[in-house]
């Protein structure tokens, strides 16, 4: 699959970083690298979604990077 967005990091608990789509939904990142950790960084991102995935933050569907570009 693949998103297009935003980077944003949101100060919940310990911290979270999200990808803002382009779509209007806001997933939680896994994995990529210190790279793509960028605040307000434009970015196309291909991965898989995990919407079984539970997680503290409670910011929306879990998005697992494979690979990403800035834009």
Known sequence: ?????RVMYRDLGPGVW????????????????????KDGHR???????????LTSAMVGPVFHVASYRFV
């Open 1 to 5: 699959m693949k998103l297009s967005g």
């Open 18 to 37: 999200v990808l803002e789509g382009d779509d209007g939904t806001t997933y939680q990142l896994a994995g990529g690298d210190r790279k793509l950790k």
């Open 43 to 53: 970015v196309e991102a291909e991965g898989h979604v995990d919407r079984a995935a």
